[in-house]
T-cell receptor
Framework: QKEVEQDPGPLSVPEGAIVSLNCTYSNSAFQYFMWYRQYSRKGPELLMYTYSSGNKEDGRFTAQVDKSSKYISLFIRDSQPSDSATYLCAMSSGGYNKLIFGAGTRLAVHP | SQTIHQWPATLVQPVGSPLSLECTVEGTSNPNLYWYRQAAGRGLQLLFYSVGIGQISSEVPQNLSASRPQDRQFILSSKKLLLSDSGFYLC????????????FGDGTRLSIL
């Protein structure tokens, strides 16, 4: 079993839709949770990070962590074509800040 | 503000040739530095990390090595490339001390022929 599982997609939605991206994990030592956005042929760009259960909001993005269920989500409201990218979840237990990544979900937002 | 540079952006090398990829960080001191490889359609795999000059930790056995000759410089090397070394190589940095997120460069796409 992989430490981090992420739905690979691809996910195709119309502009303006609410998008839900999800990851599950098995290691209860993970304390820090991140979402990265990666455009084609570019490096991952940090979108949000959190270290507690609950919701964290930043503009159109909301990160949700449920440590009891070992489940994290990223919600994108009012999705735009510019949101079309691969979204990677990542987690860390803190030691030397080593990250474990999900395989990524490819999202396409069409006008 | 901090920036991270990787070069070259694209590289095509024959099997058996040597490799040197360079990463430099600006605008911060004593960062943690990381090398990752990303295979097509897959997540990132941590290859090496460094918490200081000359301090390198390897995460997976492989045909590659890393060095950190200066505080903000991280180099990925190989003496003889294999076909399986093809991939997208990403460098990242984070601050030291209390946990801080990692920030990535734009990567080097390496193709082995």
């Amino acid at each position: 079993q992989k430490e981090v599982e992420q739905d690979p997609g691809p996910l195709s939605v119309p502009e303006g839709a609410i998008v839900s991206l999800n990851c599950t994990y098995s290691n209860s030592a993970f304390q820090y949770f991140m979402w990265y956005r990666q455009y084609s042929r570019k490096g991952p760009e940090l979108l949000m990070y959190t270290y507690s259960s609950g919701n964290k909001e930043d503009g159109r993005f909301t990160a949700q962590v449920d440590k009891s269920s070992k489940y994290i989500s990223l919600f994108i409201r009012d999705s735009q074509p510019s949101d079309s990218a691969t979204y990677l979840c990542a987690m860390s237990s803190g030691g030397y800040n080593k990250l474990i990544f999900g395989a990524g979900t490819r999202l396409a937002v069409h006008p | 503000s901090q920036t991270i540079h990787q070069w070259p952006a694209t590289l095509v090398q024959p099997v058996g040739s040597p490799l040197s990829l360079e990463c430099t960080v600006e605008g911060t001191s004593n960062p943690n530095l990381y090398w990752y490889r990303q295979a097509a359609g897959r997540g990132l795999q941590l290859l090496f990390y460094s918490v200081g000059i000359g301090q390198i930790s390897s995460e997976v056995p492989q045909n590659l090595s890393a060095s950190r000759p200066q505080d903000r410089q991280f180099i990925l090397s190989s003496k003889k490339l294999l076909l399986s070394d093809s991939g997208f190589y990403l460098c990242a940095w984070s601050g030291q001390g209390a946990w801080q997120p990692q920030h990535f460069g734009d990567g080097t796409r390496l193709s082995i022929l």
